[in-house]
């Protein structure tokens, strides 16, 4: 061999995330607790109120130095629905049957989705969206229609996912299902992670900020008994008599995660969160044996629209030809655009839709012409490929159908108005918005189970920390990484308190 | 809450890979060594034989009654080059630089490729083909041309993966790398493995065959210091002063592993593997702290060649749209074919080119037609969709080429002598096979990894029980998994018996 490997170095950090402490080496107990819950967001606020409403003696370790989490920042919309359908969905003529819920939540989940986890939510989401009504946070009740990628009004119900498009609508009847907290603006997630905190925190739960979780402690079996904090500068060993939960958020932040485990998520020059997803939760979780499950996939929107009439536009790739139905979840159609060979992808749109995508007003137009054999050439694409494409797209909109891609009728219409652009959604270009959808694996009470499929005893994970509901890329929904937090959260904090 | 989650319980098996074993627990050694190789395959043979040449202590157990691993039911084909080209590759003319083979796998590893390992195997592979004649391996010699999935002759070289083909022949000055051993018939695999274990045993590796490692043992610090393994039933406590090397294979035959961690795979009936990859390595290492990397990629081939004359054909989707340049690799074809919109894909072929194919004869003939539209008609696709399609690839094949997909001149040709044909490559008619290609993080050293990239002490990790070479399904060549397995299953065995 010419090359001489050298191997890495042996000493790790004193505690990492990584390497569990042995309870033989903790030199006492600074807090004693029944239920430790790392990291205080969507899943960990809930995990935290429903403890305590158990009974059970509960403290919270959020490494921020405000509580609310990367859910703070979000829209604040929950995905739920199914039982018939939410108050608000019945209130505004939106019948949604649970079986509808479940189909379109498996479809969602994609090939790995989880038949157990999406029965109990799709069961249990209606009464959810009443649960979190009842913890105080407001929703308005209204309904807001059309096409959005977060509403700025402060309406209730909105289509926030695929549901109304091909294929998840030949499959499932539609229903639009993102609940959104009362708010004007974007960011309606600040109200409902002020309300859920505030609730856990008058229940009782002990809430400790800049406190950043090291290391997980186990005892003889791999059990977890309690974990590593270190607050003010001062590592406090935190024993957590029924469960220690792991709420702290995914990976998006960690480049180096990101590199390891979701490359794919790099070409997302955007992340969606607060600044704490830094995988942590995941590697404590991974220390004492968790597996992990669809680290790979990830959310990644490119928000081409509002205005919801650039819809009406067609994606064509560097054959010119389209690759998606662009009614699909602007998450959906971001996958899609992604994967183009040698990542080019252009949106096609003619006079009348014309509109500068709100979301990103810089977006290059890459090609404007009187006729679309002009946009073809501008664009260097092969002779006849484009035009063929948009002829085809037109002839059959004007017929009111799309045989090809099933984009639903109501945004049929044919590219006729010159003057003609292609807005370029080529790598470079586009920014896309990511955030990561694998984490550990957890049975729906938020046990988080080992290599063999067996719960490691004492640990318990919700949230971006687990693998929950958005486990695909290509199925996600607004308002679904929240509706899963936060529900999952819940029965994380109960089967732990109930231990 | 309607829906009470009952916990799992909480009594795993006495030892399974899932849980480590504590060295405190550990009642006596029954077997003391250097390096513990669990697996007697590709990766564990060469790492068998690299520890004992060291000077290492050596104790191979093997779970099968004979040695060989799935490498010895494979077509025994190693994918080396690079350095000028090895001495075969030079003989016949092929040139083959280093930076071309770096380039080449660098593209096949996809987003997630590990540049420092492509670089050490760039600089090494063909010295490493020279090691492995070394060691006994019969290569005849001669170069045999053409597209073939395995060699049924006893050649040594060929072309055996996508480095002809768009995009890959762009980037990098293709070459044909597949060394293959000498043998008449499917199955060289048996050759290579019959000379590396003889090879191992001769240098006097200690070889246990019947012998099932059930659980890491660790010290204090989670230090691997030893192996729990079951021979002729009883359970035998091994120390292993310096390491224990995972060389245990993938999880394709463990349908759990699969559902839980490659779900994609289930796509695909059958199996590559001598039937022992059942994880068990994999989940000893994650049993530790390892962190797994690329779970959900998997090799799937859809051999619809020999006769290399269908590779003439042109696939098509549900939309009568071409999605692939069919010269790529089989591999990279099969995983175009299985993801398309409604499992749905065809091979046109004509007259002049049709013939069944040689590993799939009775494949479904969906449509028999005199023209194109007949055909377009009887699969049920969209009016003129099909027609255009090859109306405009025969125009490009009659000019000598294809600036939608690129696929290379010397497989164009129109499609235009009646009558015609559709074979079905359906979910249902299609027979795709597969292996699991994620695993343990590791250096290229072989050492594991933890989830914040630390080396777990006294762990290696070689061939499909890591993550090598081959960590992306679109981008795998034949002879790939032979290469890192060999490879760096040396590179292990060195790190563990220099420590």
Request: charged fraction near 20%; hydrophobic fraction near 40%.
């Amino acid at each position: 061999m010419s090359t001489t490997l050298s191997p890495a170095t042996d000493t790790p950090p004193r505690h990492s995330p990584a390497r569990p402490c042995r309870v033989e080496d903790v030199p006492q107990w600074d807090i004693e607790t029944d239920v430790a819950v790392i990291g205080f967001g969507a899943a960990g606020s809930c995990a935290a109120i429903e403890a305590r409403t158990a009974g059970a003696d509960v403290h919270v370790f959020e490494v921020a130095a405000a509580p609310g989490g990367s859910a703070s920042w979000s829209g604040g919309e929950v995905y739920v629905g199914g039982s018939g359908g939410t108050r608000v969905q019945r209130e505004h003529g939106f019948e949604d049957s649970t079986e509808d819920l479940y189909t379109y939540l498996m479809m969602a989940g994609g090939p790995g989705a989880d038949a157990e986890r999406v029965r109990v939510y799709a069961e249990n989401a209606a009464t959810h969206f009443d649960w979190l009504e009842a913890q105080g946070v407001p929703f308005k009740g209204t309904y807001l229609p059309g096409k959005w990628i977060e509403p700025t009004t402060d309406d209730t119900l909105l289509w926030s996912g695929s549901e109304a498009a091909w294929p998840f609508s030949t499959r499932a009847k539609p229903a639009p299902r993102g609940h959104t907290a009362q708010f004007k603006g974007w960011g309606g997630g600040k109200v409902l992670m002020e309300k859920l905190c505030a609730r856990a925190e008058a229940l009782g739960a002990v809430v400790h900020c800049n406190a950043r979780a090291l290391s997980l402690i186990v005892d003889k079996t791999n059990r977890v008994v309690g974990v590593i904090v270190r607050i003010d500068g001062a590592e406090r060993f935190v024993r957590a008599r029924k469960g220690v939960l792991l709420c702290a958020g995914g990976f998006i932040v960690n480049r180096d995660m990101v590199a390891r485990f979701a490359p794919g998520a790099l070409a997302c020059s955007e992340v969606v969160s607060g600044g704490n997803d830094d995988g942590s939760g995941i590697r404590m979780g991974m220390s004492v044996g968790g597996a992990t499950i669809h680290m790979d996939q990830f959310f990644a929107t490119i928000p081409f629209f509002p205005p919801e009439s650039l819809v009406k536009g067609i994606f064509v790739n560097a054959r010119g030809e389209r690759f998606i139905n662009e009614d699909a979840y602007h998450g959906r159609v971001g996958h899609y655009v992604l994967r183009q060979p040698e990542g080019k992808a252009w949106l096609l749109v003619d006079n009348e839709i014309f509109g500068r995508p709100v979301i990103q007003p810089d977006i290059e137009v890459a090609a404007v012409g009187e006729s679309w054999s002009e946009i073809e050439r501008e664009l260097g694409l092969p002779a006849d490929s484009l035009v063929h494409t948009v002829t085809t797209f037109n002839r059959h909109a004007t017929e009111g159908r799309d045989p090809l891609f099933h984009k639903a009728t109501n945004w049929l219409r044919p590219l006729t108005e010159a003057p003609f652009a292609a807005l370029s959604y080529c790598i470079g270009d586009l920014k896309a918005h990511a955030f990561t959808m694998g984490g550990l694996h957890t049975l729906p009470s938020g046990e988080v189970l080992d290599a063999d499929g067996q719960p490691i005893a004492g640990l318990y994970a919700a949230g971006r920390s687990a693998c929950g509901l958005p486990r695909w890329g290509e199925g996600y929904s607004s308002g679904m990484s929240l509706g899963d937090s936060t529900f999952f959260g819940r029965q994380a904090g109960l089967a732990a308190a109930r231990r």
